[in-house]
């Protein structure tokens, strides 16, 4: 079946430093690959996504590459801040998953100090 | 944009009684989720309903049923609650613009079975 493996936590860092999360999964198929993050308090929301190996999701600042070759999609951004400390979920769907549903990894606790 | 919402952010419940959570979503999805987050494990799928009446078992069902008399909301029964019950848990609605594997989550209910 399908799963998602991605690094413990929390990862502690300071401000404007270079923040990855490794992201390795195991599905059939061609999976999508998405990035949720849960800010203290709230629901979990996307942050980005990739469909098709080799496309590069991004968005406020964070990237991931879809690597079909070693089944991976690390996030990373270049700078990090303090508004950035939160969890953050690697997750896959695959084509025939039933109701579309996502596999998700244990999340990533992320503490960016001023 | 669209809208979960989970009815109950806080509960406290003794060990055998019964347990409804609600969740109601606005932009007339399909298919609505019911996870359960804990530490360490990410979140984890209870059940799934692609349809009114329709529902799926997902990957740790036991000691929950659901319930979708309407389109718009999906509520997760706990029939006799017990201590490894305590958890976090998120219901989320599949759809919109943005493509449809995106999942939206409601902000979630944290639940103490005591």
């Known amino acids: 079946g399908n799963s998602v493996t991605q690094m413990e936590g929390p990862v502690t860092l300071s401000e404007e430093a270079f923040l990855t999360i490794n992201c390795t999964y195991t599905a059939t198929g061609y999976p999508s690959l998405f990035w949720y993050v849960q800010y203290p308090g709230e629901g979990l929301q996307l942050l980005l996504k990739a469909t098709k190996a080799d496309d590069k999701g991004s968005n406020k600042g964070f990237e991931a590459t879809y690597r079909k070759e070693t089944t991976s999609f690390h996030l990373e951004k270049g700078s990090v801040q303090v508004s950035d400390s939160a969890v953050y979920f690697c997750?896959?769907?695959?084509?025939?998953?039933?109701?579309?549903?996502?596999?998700f990894g244990g999340g990533t606790r992320v503490l960016v100090k001023p | 944009d669209v809208k979960v919402t989970q009815s109950s952010r806080y509960l406290v419940k003794r060990t055998g009684e019964k347990v409804f959570l609600e969740c109601v979503q606005d932009?007339?999805?399909?298919?609505m989720f019911w996870y359960r987050q804990d530490p360490g494990l990410g979140l984890r799928l209870i059940y799934f309903?692609?349809?009114?009446?329709?529902?799926e078992k997902g990957d740790i069902p036991e000691g929950y049923s659901v319930s979708r008399e309407k389109k718009e909301r999906f509520s997760l029964i706990l029939e006799s609650a017990s201590t490894n019950q305590t958890s976090m848990y998120l219901c989320a609605s599949i759809g919109g613009e943005s493509g449809a594997n995106v999942l939206t989550f409601g902000a979630g209910s944290r639940l103490t079975v005591l």
């Open positions: 997750a896959l769907t695959s084509p025939k998953a039933a109701g579309n549903k996502l596999t």
């Open positions: 932009m007339d999805h399909e298919n």
């Open positions: 309903s692609y349809d009114v009446k329709m529902k």
